[in-house]
T-cell receptor, first 116, second 110 residues
Framework: DTGVSQNPRHKITKRGQNVTFRCDPI?????LYWYRQTLGQGPEFLTY????????KSRLLSDRFSAERPKGSFSTLEIQRTEQGDSAMYLCASSLAGQLPNYEQYFGPGTRLTVT | KQEVTQIPAALSVPEGENLVLNCSFT??????LQWFRQDPGKGLTSLLLIQSSQREQTSGRLNASLDKSSGRSTLYIAASQPGDSATYLCYSGNTGKLIFGQGTTLQVKP
């Protein structure tokens, strides 16, 4: 399967713990996006990378959140000192910039985080 | 600031009906508009992508249109089936403004 993959699919953690999620994009895609989705809402943009450069960060991405894409391939999203309000589905998507169809996003299955 | 609105928030129709989902956006400087489907607890599946220079795209029973001047896109579903039941999300692609609508939850009754 050459789609976007995310690990783990589910994560239950206690408040105050750190968690890290991984996203593997479609191999030839140079853009990678992170979104957060809570129940009944559309996905909210968190950040995106073009290759290894983080080009945009939402104000939703507080100091407790950090994302990396060190080699321009997979990416990690870390949440430090988790809070119950961090409970959500974290979605990753990838796209190819610079060629038509431009920026069409392909999503992974998501990581569901539950903070108890 | 780009805002994306989807109407209606929820829709229930009998099987076989044709239906239209609406998406409106405030900033017409988009480079594309994409429609997705999301099943409960799952990720998003891309349905149709319309580039800013295009007016519509078709795939099977689905047709999406884009009118940048009025800030609107519609997703037309022909001959709806129970398997179409899902949440449909539209996404507006602007540089630095990556915004989803809140979705329309569709239920197609057998």
């Amino acid at each position: 399967d050459t789609g976007v993959s995310q690990n783990p699919r589910h994560k239950i953690t206690k408040r105050g713990q750190n968690v890290t999620f991984r996203c593997d994009p479609i191999s030839e895609h140079n853009r990678l996006y992170w979104y957060r989705q809570t129940l009944g809402q559309g996905p909210e943009f968190l950040t995106y990378f073009q290759n290894e450069a983080q080009l945009e960060k939402s104000r939703l991405l507080s100091d407790r959140f950090s994302a990396e894409r060190p080699k321009g391939s997979f990416s990690t999203l870390e949440i430090q000192r988790t809070e119950q309000g961090d409970s959500a589905m974290y979605l990753c998507a990838s796209s190819l910039a610079g060629q038509l169809p431009n920026y069409e996003q392909y999503f992974g299955p998501g990581t569901r985080l539950t903070v108890t | 600031k780009q805002e994306v609105t989807q109407i209606p928030a929820a829709l229930s129709v009998p099987e076989g009906e044709n239906l239209v989902l609406n998406c409106s956006f405030t900033d017409s400087a988009i480079y594309n508009l994409q429609w997705f489907r999301q099943d409960p607890g799952k990720g998003l599946t891309s349905l149709l992508l319309i580039q800013s220079s295009q007016r519509e795209q078709t795939s099977g029973r689905l047709n999406a249109s884009l009118d940048k001047s009025s800030g609107r896109s519609t997703l037309y579903i022909a001959a709806s089936q129970p398997g179409d039941s899902a949440t449909y999300l539209c996404y507006s692609g602007n540089t630095g403004k990556l915004i989803f609508g809140q979705g329309t939850t569709l239920q197609v009754k057998p």
